[in-house]
């Protein structure tokens, strides 16, 4: 067999993309009695997601975890920031927030319980990413074993002991079913008050929803308790080293000679010399800005998964041309963001014609979140916290600070704000999404803000918000929310003025 040349380098093995070993210890009966006692609870408080319920069963898990011993150390600090997004459910009642704030309670939960045994916050590269996804589809898939382990075990031992008495008991049970049951339709057929005592009105649809949701919450449980109580990850080498320098440089230089054309195109536009493009194409500037919004912020996700792979698979070399996909990987970062400026400027010029939603609102918020992706991607690209690998942990904080920051300043009373001010600047207002597509959240602030409005338009805002039905009063406590409050309040003291 001939051997390769030294200048030519083997492919390194995948040696990183390996299930990691599950718990390392035997887990207590306690450990499996929690965990349905929690589901139960989670069965119980289930009003609605946008409810301090949610907030409450956080509460309870993190302190289930940590007494059982499954949840200690830097695992802490996430948890208690799941607790936190987990409390926001009962403070915004947003459709674009809520869903958000369960999202990133989970994603805590997880993140604690995969640091419970070692690892850093601010340290996790695509390796230790992948190979703690991979434990906690083990985790997932075999934690219902390990919880339930002891009372098996347990089971099998009294089994044992009382196999031999009960055995009798059952063949007389046997036996005695069906005169029992003959019998019994007898004595109901000729007297009803005696048959009226058999005639339990249970809804077995509604029990098996409840059984369904404790199952699934026991089996959420499992997994968190049995990824707590696997060994660490063990940091190794990202991926397997198979791109060489010259086709790294190659697919680098075709993005930045790509974007430097289309920042290029941009110049163009801001000077004013596609007006003929965009006559000859019968788009407005408006509908022009709409139509590549998207498009652009797809090119941008597509770029940083490029440059990623790039990053992690291109194997080192000389000095001058590790010097070269550096500065080619950093050009591209940079042109990058000029993708980004532009979508973000389409969408303020739509916004600007049309007004503020929701929707317009995440998605700018979203390309801002890339583009801040996007620098700290730079700056580890030029060494910046080496030799830790922050950006992941970087990206995953950048976007849970946005949605705090979507919290605080009350995304949809901002979405009302700017429409009123929007119309007082163009005498265009869609009161029908103000009144029927925003929520609660929103309700305090279009009550306040209708002043502004001319009497028609003041009118039909009234009506629709008076005619809205918020909160239940026969809800439970556990169902309560700050904004649901505080928009009944309003829309009582405005409807009884009015």
Partial sequence: MTSLPATVQRPEPIRWLVVPPGPDRTA?????????????????????????????????????????????????????????????????????????????????????????????????GPDQLAQRGLRLARSTICGPAWVAGPLHARARRAGGRHTARALPVVRGVLLAAPVVVALGLLLGSSDAVFASLFDLDVDLPDVADHVVVIALVWLAGCALATDAASPPIVRREA?????????????????????????????????????????????????????????LLAVAALTLATLTVVRSTVRSGAPRADRLVRTLTLAAVALTQVVVVVAITRLALYVDAYGLSMLRLCTMLVAGWIGVVFAGFGAAVAGVGAPRRWLVPFAAASGLAALLVLHVVNAEALVVRHNLTHWERTGRLDVAYLTTDLSEDAMPALLAGSERLDPPRRARVRTAVCARRVGDPDAPSWAWNWSRERAAAAIAAACHAG
């Fill in 239 to 295: 991926v397997p080293r198979l791109l060489g320098q010259v086709e790294a440089a190659v697919v680098l230089a075709g993005l930045v000679v790509l974007f430097a054309l289309f920042a290029a195109a941009q110049v163009v536009t801001l000077a004013g010399g596609a007006a003929h493009v965009l006559e000859t194409a019968g788009l407005t500037r408006a509908q022009y800005a709409r139509s590549g919004f998207f498009q």
């Fill in 28 to 124: 207590s009966t306690r450990v499996g009695g929690w965990l349905l006692a929690v589901a139960v609870l989670v069965d119980v408080l289930r009003p609605g997601a946008a409810s301090i319920a949610v907030g409450l069963v956080a509460m309870v898990v993190v302190t289930v975890l940590t007494g059982l011993g499954l949840l200690h150390d830097r695992g802490l600090v996430p948890a208690c920031l799941a607790v936190t997004f987990a409390c926001a459910a009962g403070v915004r009642a947003s459709p674009w927030l809520v869903p958000l704030d369960l999202l990133a309670a989970a994603g805590l939960l997880v993140w604690a319980a995969s640091l419970a045994r070692g690892g850093r916050l601010t340290d996790l």
